[in-house]
T-cell receptor, first 116, second 112 residues
Framework: AQSVTQPDIHITVSEGASLELRCNYS??????LFWYVQSPGQGLQLLLK??????LVQGIKGFEAEFKRSQSSFNLRKPSVHWSDAAEYFC??????????????FGKGTHLIIQP | KAGVTQTPRYLIKTRGQQVTLSCSPI?????VSWYQQTPGQGLQFLFE???????NKGNFPGRFSGRQFSNSRSEMNVSTLELGDSALYLC???????????FGQGTRLTVV
């Protein structure tokens, strides 16, 4: 069965500093990987996705992620964080009969705190 | 284009009752998935429907069921509610296949 590990439950970063959120996955086939962000009381917003091709993917809000098959990782990065980036971040791997996004396994999430 | 709409947003039920949650997907999307989010277990996949057929199911008891209508709208039902069913229930829609899922705002269910 597939699984996703986000080793950091909380991360605190100063505004303007760079950010890297870690994600490791376990999946038997070529994974479909996603990063979502959730603000308090809200649903999930897709930041970026990896299906195939270029291993460095660009997303919204200045985020990017790099797929490293050898390390089973899909870490999320941002060169300079803004106070509005404070939220919960979830890494997910795709599964299901339809492939892709039909049935996702999520990590436990990383809570990002931005210090002024 | 309208996003995924979930109703109601908030719900309070008593243990032993049943509840039905509704999800209207993005127009043109035929796949609807449901997830349960709790502080302890995180986000867990409940089931997925495509063209009115359940194609995928997570590890939840039979008290959790769902259906999808011909217009792709979906409902989720939980019978004999337990305190542990208190959670944020999220619905996601996609075009199916290798496409991303878009999530609704969720329904916050509280069981007392």
């Amino acid at each position: 069965a597939q699984s996703v590990t986000q080793p950091d439950i909380h991360i605190t970063v100063s505004e303007g500093a760079s950010l890297e959120l870690r994600c490791n996955y376990s999946y038997g086939a070529t994974p479909y990987l996603f990063w979502y962000v959730q603000s308090p009381g809200q649903g999930l917003q897709l930041l970026l996705k990896y299906f195939s091709g270029d291993t460095l993917v660009q997303g919204i809000k200045g985020f990017e992620a790099e797929f490293k098959r050898s390390q089973s990782s899909f870490n999320l990065r941002k060169p300079s964080v803004h106070w509005s980036d404070a939220a919960e971040y979830f890494c997910a791997v795709g599964a299901g009969s339809g492939g892709g996004a039909d049935g996702l396994t999520f990590g436990k999430g990383t809570h990002l705190i931005i210090q002024p | 284009k309208a996003g995924v709409t979930q109703t109601p947003r908030y719900l309070i039920k008593t243990r032993g009752q049943q509840v039905t949650l509704s999800c209207s997907p993005i127009s043109g999307h035929r796949s609807v998935s449901w997830y349960q989010q709790t502080p302890g277990q995180g986000l867990q996949f409940l089931f997925e429907y495509f063209s009115e057929t359940q194609r995928n199911k997570g590890n939840f008891p039979g008290r959790f069921s769902g259906r999808q209508f011909s217009n792709s709208r979906s409902e989720m039902n939980v019978s004999t509610l337990e305190l542990g069913d208190s959670a944020l229930y999220l619905c996601a829609s996609s075009m199916g296949g290798n496409t991303e899922a878009f999530f609704g705002q969720g329904t916050r269910l509280t069981v007392v």
